[in-house]
């Protein structure tokens, strides 16, 4: 899902804890994968979650994701 987001769509290898933006997420991509987490997830993030910092690695958008699913 993180992969079809950014601009590489080569089978690139991206660490947990590395910058999405240096592989093309954008403002407009970050706003398109967080709508997909919510629908394949069924979760509802409020406004005040949706800071561009929490969704820039893949652990942040794991860690996010982990708290929906909890409450």
Known sequence: MVLRSLDDD???SIGANE???NHG???IKAVSLIL???EVFDIQFA???LLTEHFSTINKIVH???NKLAD
């Open 47 to 49: 406004d005040e979650e």
């Open 25 to 27: 997420l954008d403002s």
């Open 64 to 66: 996010q994701l982990q």
């Open 19 to 21: 910058e999405l933006t």
């Open 36 to 38: 997909e987490l919510e």
């Open 10 to 12: 080569s089978k690139i």
